[in-house]
């Protein structure tokens, strides 16, 4: 039995422990989650009119500074339930990092120690890289989106009849969240291409090779998630499509560790090799034979 077989053994555990560690993990994580929840549902009216400011940064690039930013709601209970909305994906965000700390506490008994250790780095990144998406859509797509919007109406003057923009204010928050989401989902192109490279499912090859595809896919779901204006189609494309080309130079960093540590093996296993026939070469001590 080898010593990553004697590992893996040591972590088995009958079937009852494993519904019983899982119980405790998913109570940890709705905790977690239920306690974010009422957090951010508590400053909710603070946490919408901090989204509504790239809305105002979109006013003040369209020239309206002396328009007033305002929202709407046309139900009664609209803005109540926009932000129990708006808590419930607070929430997530910010329980985040506990709920991915306890899949990996549950997963990681079963794991072997290199491999451990190699999904750490991802799990770290994984949120690093939402809030990257996050953070772009937050100070340049969403004043760009609105500053398109917002060039789409009418002053009245001329002659014309006067349109003027009163987005709704669940329409503005799934407008973006959705933003937010799209772009947080497409930053972890990396972490999904560099876990599939180290089991070997991906080599930097083939996505060099499939670059015409990848672009061709980075338009059309960019025109699923993003509303449907060319601005927010073409601002999401565009990073997944350089994050494309940033997970084949992260593919070829792996290979490029995984074939010195491989030509390291072959130099270990070699000199071992030698040793072993240099001593079984060697003569024999004569005093041991007499």
């Known amino acids: 039995m080898t010593a990553e077989d004697d590992e893996v053994d040591k972590s088995s555990a009958p079937l009852i422990d494993h519904l019983i560690e899982l119980r405790s993990r998913l109570m940890w994580s709705i905790g977690g989650f239920f306690i974010a929840f009422l957090v951010c549902f508590f400053f ?31 139900a009664p209970q609209e803005f109540f339930f926009t932000q129990i909305k708006l808590a419930m994906f607070g929430g997530l965000v910010i329980a985040f990092p506990l709920i991915a700390a306890q899949i990996y506490k549950f997963v990681a008994p079963g794991l072997y120690k290199n491999e451990r250790h190699a999904f750490l780095p991802f ?5 690093i890289l939402f809030l990257m998406g996050g953070a772009l859509v937050y100070f340049f797509f969403t004043p760009m989106v609105m ?14 009849v006067q349109i003027s923009l009163l987005p709704k204010v669940s329409e503005y928050l799934s407008l973006i969240m959705t933003l ?3 772009f947080g989902l ?44 060319p ?5 999401l494309a565009l990073p997944t499509i350089l994050l494309y080309e940033a997970s084949i130079w992260a593919v070829r960093l792996i290979e ?12 270990d296993e070699a000199a071992a090799d030698e040793r072993r026939r240099e001593a079984a070469a060697a003569p024999a001590d004569p005093v041991n034979q007499a």
């Open 123 to 127: 799990l770290v990144a994984s949120p």
């Open 256 to 267: 490029r560790r995984r074939e010195q540590e491989r030509q390291a093996r072959e130099r």
């Open 231 to 235: 601005v927010s189609q073409i601002g």
């Open 44 to 74: 909710a009216k603070e946490l919408f009119n901090l989204l509504v400011i790239p809305f105002k940064w979109a006013v003040s690039w369209a020239g309206m500074t002396d328009q007033k930013v305002e929202l709407i709601y046309t």
């Open 147 to 160: 500053w398109f919007f917002l060039a789409m109406q009418q002053t009245g003057e001329g002659g014309e």
């Open 180 to 182: 937010i989401f799209s």
């Open 186 to 229: 497409v930053f972890q192109l990396p972490v999904v291409t560099t876990l599939m490279a180290r089991v070997g499912l991906l080599s930097a090859a083939g996505l060099a090779e499939k670059r015409k595809w990848a672009i061709v896919i980075a338009f059309v779901v960019a025109a699923v998630l993003t509303p449907p204006d």
